[in-house]
């Protein structure tokens, strides 16, 4: 289905590149790696010495360890990547999210050898990724933006200057970052001395940036964001919109598509405008642009993400578009039919966390119509502490929202992962809470809650 997007479809064959190397791990490694195989694509996987018996060193049709399972060693290390690259012929690359998929170094490096990287160029990764080059850009390019920080922030006095002049409530924020890392609230002078340099030091860990940003803080807005995908043509489309307002401490837990708390007309306009915008920014692939949005109708610009999301998956279910093959076509240079993607029915998504570092003695996934669950864990997996805790998706798809929510509080009961603790009982509560159900949480709500929940 994804090549009705395209005015002219070349066989696989002729593409420019025949073996694809993920450099990533865990679900999304997984992920690309099966839409590869059913194009006929060969694939390498790349590995943290942690991750040696991983799924998607199983499933790869080759396999190179590139380090130890400290990120900097292996999945940060461009180097490695790129000899791992050379020594098995792959002839592109896929980031995945996360890792080096929005870092401009990495795709000048993957440029420089004569390696397709499969997202967009390190110029424009670069001004995406330098929050207020953003901003004005998008800005003339027709979209609502808050009042942020004329440049990056290095220093707490430079942070503290930009904050006066910006008013408080603030966010700071990593200027290379995303997934809530290096973010945080600051309310006065006094807590940005407090917290500038612990979001700057998360930053750093995260990112290898202490780059940081700030911009206006608004309250109790929801969080929107619309999936586009651009060729080099300057085409772009819109591919529907998501509701990520589920968040846990700046991470999203449950996300849902469409959003259907916005209006229609305001929902086609954030697609018309999400694409015009994206079009002139000589871009190339898919991306989402992140909005907040009011209960009155009004929206602003956050940032825009330059690789496939975490809870791309909703978005898959309801425009019968796979994502990863989009990219992938993209980047072999075929040429978007401009049009209005047509949406149906409603999917959710619930992310599952590791809460500890283990074993998993006793595994059951759901299933049924409409249950998809993307993971990368099996019987007997050890869940590292290295990295990230997410472990599994689980998608439901339906006709309509409130049915989605009934069966996906059958599937969270069905679910059964043992041997560590993970977050399923608090999906299984967000699931019954009325804010939830009538769509009246915030960005605040989870957290607000579970303040609530700790202080009785």
């Known amino acids: 289905m994804t090549s009705r997007l395209f005015k002219l479809n070349n066989s696989v064959s002729k593409w420019p590149f025949h073996k694809v190397l993920v450099a990533n791990r865990g679900e999304i490694a997984v992920r690309i790696i099966r839409t590869c195989r059913v194009l006929g694509l060969a694939t390498v996987a790349v590995y943290s010495e942690t991750d040696a018996k991983s799924l998607a060193v199983q499933l790869a049709d080759q396999a190179v360890c590139i380090g130890p399972d400290n990120v900097n060693a292996s999945y940060l290390n461009i180097a490695a990547i790129i000899s791992a690259a050379q020594l098995t012929g792959a002839d592109a690359i896929h980031p995945g999210y996360g890792f080096l998929s929005e870092s401009p170094d990495f795709a000048d490096a993957c440029l420089k050898n004569g390696i397709k990287l499969i997202g967009p160029s390190g110029d424009v990764m670069r001004l995406l990724g330098d929050k207020e080059q953003a901003r004005m850009t998008v800005a003339k390019a027709g979209l609502p933006v808050v009042k942020g920080s004329s440049t990056t922030i290095d220093s707490l006095a430079e942070a503290l200057q930009e904050a006066q002049e910006i008013g408080y409530p603030i966010m700071v924020k990593a200027s290379a970052g995303g997934g809530g890392k290096g973010m945080r609230i600051v309310n006065s002078p006094d807590e940005m001395a407090a917290k500038f340099t612990v979001a700057q030091d998360e930053a750093k860990a995260a990112f290898g940036s202490g780059q940081m940003y700030l911009e206006q803080y608004l309250a109790n807005p929801r969080h929107i964001e619309v999936q586009i995908a651009a060729d080099r043509y300057g085409n772009a489309i819109a591919l529907g919109e998501r509701d990520c307002t589920i968040q ?209």
Not at 300 to 325: G, S
């Open 248 to 456: 846990a401490r700046h991470q999203k837990v449950m996300e849902e598509a469409p959003a259907v708390v916005v209006p229609a007309r305001i929902r086609d306009e954030m697609l018309r405008r999400s694409a015009d915008a994206v079009a002139q920014l000589n871009y190339e692939g898919v991306g989402t642009i992140e909005f907040l949005y009011n209960h009155d109708g009004s929206y602003y610009f956050m940032e825009m993400n330059t690789r496939i999301q975490v809870e791309h998956p909703i978005t898959e279910m309801i425009t019968d578009v796979d994502l990863v093959e989009l990219q992938l076509r993209l980047a072999a240079g075929a040429e978007l039919e401009p049009q209005l993607v047509a949406t149906h029915g409603f999917a959710l998504e619930c992310r599952i966390n590791a809460l500890t570092p283990g074993r998993i003695t006793g595994l059951h996934l759901p299933g049924g119509q409409g249950v998809r669950v993307d993971t990368a864990i099996y019987q007997g997996y050890v869940v590292p502490n290295s990295y990230d805790g997410m472990i599994a998706k689980i998608i439901v798809y339906g006709d309509r929202r409130q049915r989605v929510l009934q069966q996906m509080q059958a599937v969270i009961d069905e679910t059964v992962i043992t041997g560590i603790q993970t977050n399923l009982g608090l999906l299984a509560q967000i699931l019954k809470e009325p804010s939830f159900q009538r769509l009246t949480a915030t960005v605040n709500w989870l957290d607000d809650l579970q303040k609530k929940s700790n202080d009785k």
